[in-house]
């Protein structure tokens, strides 16, 4: 017989490489729910099988989740309970399976966290980095101007800043990085996470750039990027930018004081036009 809470979604974290980081509690709850929701029921079906878990597994990805959500609060409803994976680590972070937590919130379900495996978390804890402040960007964009641009809005954060990215374009993210942000900023690539070729490198961006850019080994497999934040002088630039820009402000349109701004103080533009707001 069960022992878990019936008519609950379970939101259970996976390895994100070595199967062994696994919990005894996800275990249990993988083996006792009526039904495992994952990413790709493909990619999931071997570690259910390596533990001779045989509960039945639906698809839910970012295709057809809206669609899906329904029909499986509706089953938690009836009594079942369901459990929700992604292909690695915690569901949510840049995975699927936010639309599945409101509709199951929404109408009531109680939804339980099954702690685990993070790539994100699990490269800052190694990086060096600072880590009591940080914020998760999960992906840029994939498009360069469109990145470029994103990178630009946080030239002035001040905490650990950390990415996502393919394989196929860390070296590009890692080079407009280097341009956007300077290529003095401290910076750690770190790569297949748990994994048989797992590397952690830690440089200042510009040679970060090379070292990826030589050794294409550095290109493959999965990848997190984390940037120190903003020093002191970046700071300094946007408190003078901020003053400046307010006070031509009170004459000029939003964007040619921003412009203005950022040429008398060094501030990056968009920093300053974002805080028109404020």
Not at 52 to 76: C, G, K, S, Y
Not at 100 to 112: F, K, T
Not at 174 to 188: I, N, P, S, T, Y
Request: hydrophobic residues 45%; proline residues 5%.
């Amino acid at each position: 017989m069960s022992s878990i809470q019936s008519g609950c979604l379970w939101v259970v974290a996976t390895p994100i490489g070595h199967r062994d980081d696994i919990s005894a509690r996800a275990l249990e709850v993988l083996a006792q729910v009526s039904l495992v929701a994952a990413e790709d029921t493909r990619h999931s079906r071997p570690l259910l099988q390596h533990y001779r878990i045989d509960t039945p597994l639906q698809a839910l990805h970012e295709h057809n989740e809206r669609e899906q959500a329904e029909q499986l609060v509706a089953r938690m409803l009836a009594g079942e309970s369901i459990a929700l994976i992604s292909d690695a680590g915690t569901p949510l972070i840049s995975d699927p399976g936010f639309r599945l937590v409101r509709a199951a919130r929404s109408a009531g379900i109680r939804c339980i966290p099954v702690p685990g495996a993070c790539a994100a978390i699990a490269a800052l804890s190694v990086a060096g980095l600072p880590s009591d402040r940080f914020v998760f960007e999960g992906f840029l964009p994939a498009k360069a101007a469109a990145r470029r641009s994103r990178l630009q809005t946080l030239q002035g954060e001040s905490r650990t800043l950390i990415f996502y990215e393919s394989s196929h374009r860390v070296l590009e993210s890692l080079q407009d990085m280097a341009v956007v942000l300077g290529g003095d900023r401290e910076a750690v690539l770190a790569r297949e996470l748990t994994k048989l070729f797992e590397t952690v490198l830690g440089q200042p961006l510009g040679e970060l750039v090379e070292r990826v850019r030589t050794d294409p080994d550095q290109q493959r497999g999965e990848c997190v990027i984390l940037l120190a934040g903003a020093g002191d002088d970046v700071d300094a630039r946007l408190g003078e930018g901020r003053r400046v820009f307010n006070l031509l402000r009170e004459e000029l349109p939003p964007a040619k004081a921003a412009k203005l701004a950022a040429a008398i103080s060094g501030a990056p533009r968009k920093a300053l036009y974002g805080s028109e707001g404020d």
